[in-house]
């Protein structure tokens, strides 16, 4: 696409030597992890440095932007899905957040065995009776008389805790939202539960207890720091879509190559008509959705801003919706086979639906969305 003919030799160069890991490294193992850290593949991308392409050089990363961040998840999604929700999650959520809003301290604590493929940090906002509400949340950070930040509350559909060593939490302080790490062997931290999703991925509910929060790991707090922290997760937006485009493109491939291959009445079934219409229905929707994620992305970087909350929340809402036609289109290409256990596409059926639900739900952007376009109106050409 257009976005991609304008990459600059050093991306271009970039994304050719993640490809070279990913054909080298995760190919044999794709659709094997069964819900497991695919720990192997994190390293392998961390020993050529490539791992957490936009974290400072200092902390181990390789100094580039988001968008550079976005390209590593593709071209590691079209071949690994599990690998490309990992390294999104560290590139573009919680470590972000660390980079973006933390102390040195904070920095040199956690970042750089996130970068060498080493460790996790989750990202906990969700509580039991709080989810797209965050306002309604109830964990809350108070000051003891001598100045001590102490931490109380729970979190429930925390994903990856198991592997990770720490969380970035949402909570309100006195002076309104904001965000700390926790530690999770910080004493007063309590696992309830470990939840099994529809691809086996855990999802854990903790509570916290009395648990005190040293000031170097407090990112945010009040209303204007927090307001800095909702636009950077913007980025986190753009960045599932990424994630939802890479998916799409590996149900297609799949799809494809099953089609080339299968014989009906003396013939690939890909040379027939309507398997050709098919295809090229599902190539042009992921066309059009890393379009509006990528032009975003473009336009963020070259600005030196987070992206804009209209366009994220379209490529959001539309590469989920995406993602999830493709994959059925892919299954029904492939047929019996595909809606086996075991079968790569029967996985990636179950993995997409959660893109509709996972980092804003569809209800949520649209409303985001239609609230906008009261607001302002719709994007003029020169907005565009």
Not at 112 to 136: F, K, L, M, W, Y
Not at 144 to 162: A, F, M, Q, R
Not at 262 to 269: A, L, N, T
């Amino acid at each position: 696409m257009e976005v991609m003919s304008t990459l600059s030799a050093e991306q271009r160069q970039y994304v050719e030597s993640v490809q070279d890991v990913v054909e080298a490294e995760m190919r044999g193992r794709a659709f094997s992890w069964n819900g497991e850290t695919p720990w192997a593949n994190l390293r392998a991308l961390a020993e050529a440095d490539l791992l957490c392409a936009n974290f400072a050089p200092e902390y181990g990363g390789q100094g580039y932007g988001e968008f550079e961040a976005m390209l590593a998840v593709e071209a590691v999604g079209r071949v690994c899905p599990d690998t490309a929700w990992f390294v999104y999650t560290q590139q573009m959520v919680g470590p972000r957040a660390i980079e973006m809003f933390g102390s040195e301290v904070a920095k040199e604590t956690y970042l750089p065995q996130i970068a060498e493929g080493r460790s996790h940090i989750a990202i906990a906002i969700s509580e039991p009776d709080a989810g797209s509400d965050v306002g309604s949340m109830k964990t809350t950070v108070s000051e003891s008389d001598d100045g001590t930040l102490v931490l109380n509350g729970e979190k429930i559909w925390v994903g990856g805790v198991p592997s990770s060593d720490a969380a970035v939490v949402w909570a309100k302080f006195p002076e309104g939202l904001g965000s700390l790490v926790l530690d999770f062997d910080a004493p007063g931290v309590d696992i309830e539960k470990h939840y099994r999703n529809m691809v086996n991925y855990t999802q854990t509910h903790f509570t916290i207890d009395d648990v005190e929060i040293p000031e170097e790991n407090v990112l945010t707090r009040g209303r204007e720091g927090f307001k800095q922290q909702l636009k950077a997760l913007n980025w986190e937006r753009l960045g599932s879509a990424v994630v939802a485009n890479s998916w799409a493109t590996c149900a297609l491939d799949h799809a494809l190559d099953y089609a080339a291959e299968r014989e009906q009445f003396g013939q690939p079934i890909a040379d027939f008509q309507g398997m050709e219409w098919k295809f090229a229905d599902m190539l042009t929707e992921i066309e059009v959705s890393t379009a509006i994620a990528y032009r975003e992305g473009v336009r963020a970087a070259n600005a030196g801003t987070p992206p804009d909350r209209l366009a994220t929340s379209m490529a959001k809402l539309y590469s989920s919706q995406m993602v999830e036609r493709v994959a059925s289109e892919a299954v029904q290409t492939v047929g019996a086979r595909a809606y086996q256990k075991g079968h790569p596409l029967e996985y990636l059926f179950r993995l997409v639906r959660g893109r509709r639900i996972a980092a804003g739900t569809d209800e949520i952007q649209k409303n985001t969305i239609a609230r906008t376009l009261k607001e302002k109106g719709i994007p003029s050409i020169l907005d565009r």
